[in-house]
């Protein structure tokens, strides 16, 4: 049996909350979309670093990846529920110039899997959900 993705930038404590990790530690990874683990690693590739959560190290950051029921920002059909969706600050670019790369280079082997991202927030949302690519969408 082939081992499961773990991503090679990432800690899963940056990518589900701290009760999830408590409950489940290293097998929260099971929790995660492939296609999503692989899409933010190809991100810190390419735009350097990045941050989704940042509870572990005392950031206020905790819900930007895997949401369960107890996050005040949970809905019942957000890709973030699915493990399908991540909410990321960049410290060397701005999510806006992300957004628009991503739009510009839709094919870029990076993008490959991005299927969504949200426009008008200071992070850059991206999901892997099951649509035409690049569904641009408002809050």
Known sequence: MKDQYRCKHFIIEELVPPAIYAKRGQKAWELLDVRMLKTIDMLRDRYGQMTIN????????????????????????????????????????????????IQANKDDHEFKYINAIELGVSWLHMDVRNTNRIKAFKP
């Open 54 to 101: 940042n509870w572990k190290w005392q950031g206020s950051r905790e819900w930007s990846g895997l949401r369960s029921p107890n996050s005040p920002y949970y809905s019942q059909y957000s890709q973030h529920t699915y493990g399908r969706a991540a909410d990321i600050i960049f410290k060397d670019t701005t999510a806006e110039a992300v957004r628009t790369d």
